[in-house]
């Protein structure tokens, strides 16, 4: 059974799109990225999850179930950080935590005060008092304190000190080998290439490519640079090569083909330096959206 | 019960201030019947001094105010809207402020129905409502006992008047909320909730003083017009029914404009 099952799921905002027939599945034990510009669609599908808003069509099943029908019984086991944290300006850090605890059926005192000295958190401070940086940590620990089973994260980073991602990411890494799945939703694809195991690329409401990391890297585009005396970049306009430049005596551009088929061309030619390397995220991403 | 003490806790010092105002203003007024008891002819004259549309606007025909029970009368209207206001601002924000506040992203992600957070919500504020009722109906008694400066008078019509607040509080509270639920995003309570009151109390003073009964229907300020209440000693039945069918409106259509609404997204 996957733990994410997305049917066709289409949602409109009346008539402005929000995404378009989606489909994909999420399986147990899954980090799963999803990435793609702001305005994609991402916190879209994200609420559809929880039923914070309703699909115009199709349907989504978390462990099984439909996400609406079943909603309060499945967010037991959800926990979820949006990416604009807002919580009741009056109440202390600790009386937030603790309403947050009392929605759910386990005690999750321990694993509350656990978590918040992890993050550092003052539970004593009001939250009017926080900075967006704090804001966020109690966000994280209210997300997590009832140790979900699916664990739905909306570009968690954001206003978090490089620090306090890494220990974020080390947390969601910890959780996700006690056996919680991850939906890590992102426009930074740095942190989606560290955590996810699988990404899904969405585009205007659309998903155009659902892959593993290592194979959407792997299985592409190698970027080759050449530096050599006088080199005639015309031999290199073969088959497989794309985004072919010339500049200070090297030229690079991305292959995809038979290594051995570019390799053989190189060799030919007396030269100073080679590198051939994978393509960061980054630049699949930029090659999907151009 | 998570969500109703939470609302509640939320609300107290506001129920406060409401409550002790509302008392401050009955015990001000009852006050002042001293001088209004010793000089009947004095009242006569204060009220010829008006223009009688005016009276009949503001409900003030009928009215003998040298008599406690007239007197309390008029205090009650504006006891009223002071209960409206209170009413509808809790009504507007009920559900709204979750979203005004943008919180509803962290109530609804829990493992909790919207069904059940309204209805948490909703008997939180009649809690809420409850205690001000409560402090109104002690002061009313206890302050008319005080400053009745010796008169005898009917108690009937005064415990109609204050049972009539249940009624009135479940109106303003549940339109507001119907109303804040039929809008997009409310950004502000204040401006909805005061337009709601002063709108449905001006169509019953520009209803009284124009003779248009169809005008005053639609208002709450005319169902349970104090002046009515204290002449008959009774409850204008046929249009206390028009505010309880539209409590029972609200309510129902609220429950499913909630549970079908798209919570708008902070970004």
Known sequence: MSIIEVNHLTKYYGKSRGIVDISFKVEEGEIFGFIGPNGAGKSTTIRLFLSLIYPTKGEAKIFGKDCIKFGPELRQEIGYLPSEVFYYEGMKVLDLLKYSASFFQKDCTKRMHEL????????????????????????????????????????????????????????????????????????????????????????????????????????????????ADDLDEKRFKV???????????????FYKGDINAITKLIGSRKISDLTIEDLTLEEIFMHYYE | MNIYLHEFKTRLSSVLIWSGSIAALIFVFLSMFQAFAADAAMVDDLMKAFPEELLIAFGMTDMDWSTILGFFGLLFTFAQICLAIQSANYGVGLVSVEETEWTADFLLSKPVSRTRIMTSKLLAAIT?????????????????????????????????????MIIFQLFFLTVGMLISLLVKRVRNVLPISMGLVFGLYILNAFGSMIGEKSLEILSPFQHFSPSYIIKHAAWDWSLVMISVAAIIISVVGSYVLYSRRNIPSAV
């Open chain 1, 116 to 227: 918040s000295d992890l993050m550092e958190l003052d539970l004593k401070r009001r939250i009017s008092d926080l900075s967006y940086g704090n804001k966020k940590k109690v966000g994280i620990v209210q997300g997590l304190l009832h140790q979900p089973k699916l664990i739905v994260l909306d570009e968690p980073t954001a206003g978090l000190d490089p620090l306090m991602q890494h220990k974020f990411f080390d947390l969601i890494r910890e959780e996700n080998k006690r056996g919680a799945t991850v939906f890590f939703s992102s426009h930074i694809l740095g942190e989606v290439q560290r955590l996810c195991n699988r990404v899904a690329i969405i585009k205007e409401g659309s998903i155009i490519n659902i892959q593993d990391i290592k194979t959407l890297q792997k299985d592409n585009y190698k970027k080759v640079r050449v530096t």
């Open chain 1, 239 to 253: 088959k497989g090569v794309t985004d072919l430049e010339k500049e200070n005596g090297s030229i690079s551009f």
């Open chain 2, 128 to 164: 809420s409502l409850a205690i001000t009722q409560a402090v109104i109906w002690v002061c009313s008694f206890a302050f008319i006992s005080i400053f009745r400066q010796g008169q005898t008078y009917q108690v009937k019509p005064v415990v109609l008047l204050l049972l009539s």
